[in-house]
């Protein structure tokens, strides 16, 4: 994880405890609308946090999986992150022009998705 990123964590982090804090002290005073809505930010917060933890653990998988030696490839370098995810994917046309939802014939990933009616008459 990168300088940043874990900056970033920890400023969110920070800002979910104040935020909490605050979330309490208004439920304690018996204000209730407010605290609930300091807690709703609260969790917009939490949610940023858990994003940035998913972000952060794809871009490791993807700098783990990219084979190809570039000399100033960062582990966030969304390139990697979209080869990475075209890799997974079938390259038959019918497949690209479904949407996913059908394999070629001769394709050897059509066994993967589920049966479907064939075409024709």
Known sequence: M????RT???LYLSAFGCLTCLAATEMARGSTTRGITVYAAAL?????TGREVHHQGLAQMTAIRDRRPRPHAFPSDL???VRADLA?????A???????ADHDRTCPHRARTAPRHEEGG
């Open 44 to 48: 917009a917060v939490l949610a940023a």
């Open 88 to 92: 997974g994917n079938c390259g038959c």
């Open 94 to 100: 019918r497949w690209w022009a479904t949407v996913g």
């Open 2 to 5: 990168t300088r940043t990123a």
């Open 79 to 81: 390139g990697a992150l």
């Open 8 to 10: 970033l964590l920890l």
